[in-house]
Nanobody, 122 residues
């Protein structure tokens, strides 16, 4: 089956940087949109950034100018470069991908990574 494995989370000081990676593996014919979401305790999961198969990006207002989403289609991987991190960025970050499993699939479906903890603190 398809799985998305995240890496790159950790503890960083305010103003610091982290880079998250999310690699999809398994039965994959193609990947359409990919994105990053985050969820802090007691809060709803919210979209951070998204990227289409063609590289078109969109960002939540609270990360514009600080975060950059990118993807490597050959590696089935999406990245999130996070700069100028703030304490309020502390959350579990989840990647998401819409994946078509085979050439005979009628539609793609969404998959989630396991989550990566990002903690911004002095």
């Amino acid at each position: 089956q398809v799985q998305l494995v995240e890496s790159g989370g950790g503890l960083v000081q305010p103003g610091g940087s982290l880079r998250l990676s999310c690699a999809a593996s398994g039965r994959i014919f193609s990947i359409n949109d990919m994105g990053w979401y985050r969820q802090a305790p007691g809060n709803q999961r919210e979209l951070v950034a998204g990227i289409s198969s063609g590289g078109i990006t969109n960002y939540a207002d609270f990360v514009k100018g600080r975060f950059t989403i990118s993807r490597d289609n050959a590696k089935n991987t999406v990245y999130l470069q996070m700069n100028s991190l703030k304490p309020e960025d502390t959350a579990v970050y989840y990647c998401n991908a819409n994946i078509r499993a085979s050439i005979v699939s009628r539609a793609s479906r969404g998959y989630w990574g396991q989550g990566a903890q990002v903690t911004v603190s002095s």
